[in-house]
């Protein structure tokens, strides 16, 4: 069908950096909007970031002017800088791919990744 293949995470120290990447493997033809989701134990998952298709991003707050969410639509992938990284911001980070559609059905939904770990810690 279609499987999301997430790398990049790791363990960092505060201020440090990591790059999270997401490739969308599989029968895809469309997709509308690609982000990162993230939870950390004990609380709800959170959007991080999107794009859509058009080009058009959203972040968190929290995130604003230290993460860069950046896809290519041809190849599509979708990427996440992260930079000046905080305590706060350990999580599992997952790829979330939305409005896409296959070469078997041309009804949208949405996949997710598996999740990679991200650990932020001095």
């Known amino acids: 069908q279609v499987q999301l293949v997430e790398s990049g995470g790791g363990l960092v120290q505060p201020g440090g950096s990591l790059r999270l990447s997401c490739a969308a493997s599989?029968?895809?033809?469309?997709?509308?909007?690609m982000g990162w989701y993230r939870q950390a134990p004990g609380k709800q998952r959170e959007l991080v970031a999107v794009?859509?298709?058009?080009?058009?991003?959203t972040y968190a707050d929290s995130v604003k002017g230290r993460f860069t969410i950046a896809k290519d639509n041809a190849k599509n992938t979708v990427s996440l800088q992260m930079n000046s990284l905080k305590p706060e911001d350990t999580a599992v980070y997952y790829c979330?791919?939305?409005?896409?559609?296959?070469?078997?059905?041309?009804?949208?939904?949405?996949?997710w990744g598996q999740g990679t770990q991200v650990t932020v810690s001095s």
């Open positions: 599989g029968s895809v033809v469309r997709i509308n909007a």
């Open positions: 794009v859509t298709r058009d080009g058009s991003t």
């Open positions: 979330n791919v939305g409005g896409v559609t296959t070469l078997t059905s041309a009804r949208p939904r949405d996949y």
